[in-house]
């Protein structure tokens, strides 16, 4: 059985332009509230190597594994329109700005799918309080919230060359492989919190460098979480196929590097694969 361990992420306050329409947020209640000086304070996610740093809304979306880090849609936050949090069903929908249709993912893993927001709340003669409020906690969290000023970019529609990753089906379920499509796919390593660098390349034991783009199938197979290794069989282009092992850590620049998985363009935003979470790496058919 694959295992594994939760990457921390660096999540820092979104500095909020003055000029940027208030959210409104549905309380645990029902009622709705316009928020007013505030910030997000957790939920999201510095895209440190896309122009500009912008931060993501992180979106664990279904069919991603039984296990808690999944396959993850990176949304900016300019295009979220909305999110809603059902806690019944334990999901939560994301309108995102461009698309048709909405994203959706699970509530059931701890600090999965959150979004926490600060705010000063006029408390009349008691003064101003900054209140916390959070989505995607059962107990006493918001129902949801809209962003009025969400945009789609002018340029949604993903570039560079098209791959395809089959994933599993979640838990023990009978369902037939899923495959999701990704664009401009590169290899994303941490180096540390908030610093990460997408490479055109991954390595396996002991210092073969394969690019992605050399690549015909990846079949991965047994995932070694301890050491962040997979053993995988490799077909490149060039005819050769090996029975290979994956590194999960490499030197950057002579500093340790982790691998976070194959991540690549999609309507949404950007996907993140995990190597755990999918079978086959392909270019699209």
């Known amino acids: 059985?694959?295992?594994?361990?939760?990457?921390?992420?660096?999540?820092?306050?979104?500095?909020?332009?003055?000029?940027?329409?208030?959210?409104?947020?549905?309380?645990?209640?029902?009622?709705?509230?316009?928020?007013?000086?505030?910030?997000?304070?957790?939920?999201?996610?510095?895209?440190?190597?896309?122009?500009?740093?912008?931060?993501?809304?992180?979106?664990?979306?279904?069919?991603?594994?039984s296990f808690k880090d999944g396959i993850t849609t990176l949304v900016p936050m300019s295009r979220v329109e909305s999110v809603v949090w059902d806690y019944e069903k334990e999901t939560m929908t994301v309108g995102v700005a461009g698309l048709e249709k909405p994203l959706v993912g699970s509530t059931k893993y701890r600090e999965i799918n959150t979004l926490t927001f600060e705010a000063d709340v006029d408390q009349g003669k008691s003064g101003v309080a900054s209140v916390r409020f959070r989505g995607g906690v059962a107990k006493g969290g918001i129902r949801g919230v809209r962003f009025p000023g969400a945009k789609a970019p002018s340029d949604a529609k993903p570039t560079g060359g098209a791959f395809a990753f089959t994933v599993p089906p979640e838990g023990k379920s009978k369902a037939a492989p899923a495959v999701h499509n990704a664009n401009g796919v590169q290899a994303l390593y941490r180096l540390a919190p908030g610093n990460e660098k997408p490479l055109s390349y991954v390595v396996f034991k002991k210092t073969l460098q394969v690019d992605l783009a050399d690549i015909k199938e990846l079949n991965v197979g047994t995932y070694n979480a301890k050491d962040r290794t997979a053993e995988c069989e490799l077909k490149r282009k060039d005819g050769s196929e090996l029975s290979v092992t994956l590194l999960g850590t490499i030197q950057i620049d002579n500093k340790p590097a982790v691998l976070e998985g194959l991540i690549g363009a999609v309507p949404a935003g950007y996907r993140l694969f995990p190597i755990h979470t999918f079978s086959r790496f392909e270019p699209s058919k």
């Open 1 to 65: 059985m694959r295992r594994l361990t939760a990457i921390a992420v660096l999540v820092l306050p979104i500095i909020v332009a003055a000029d940027e329409p208030n959210p409104i947020i549905t309380d645990s209640a029902g009622k709705e509230l316009t928020l007013k000086r505030w910030k997000i304070t957790g939920g999201t996610r510095k895209l440190s190597w896309v122009e500009g740093k912008p931060e993501a809304f992180e979106v664990r979306e279904l069919g991603s594994t």
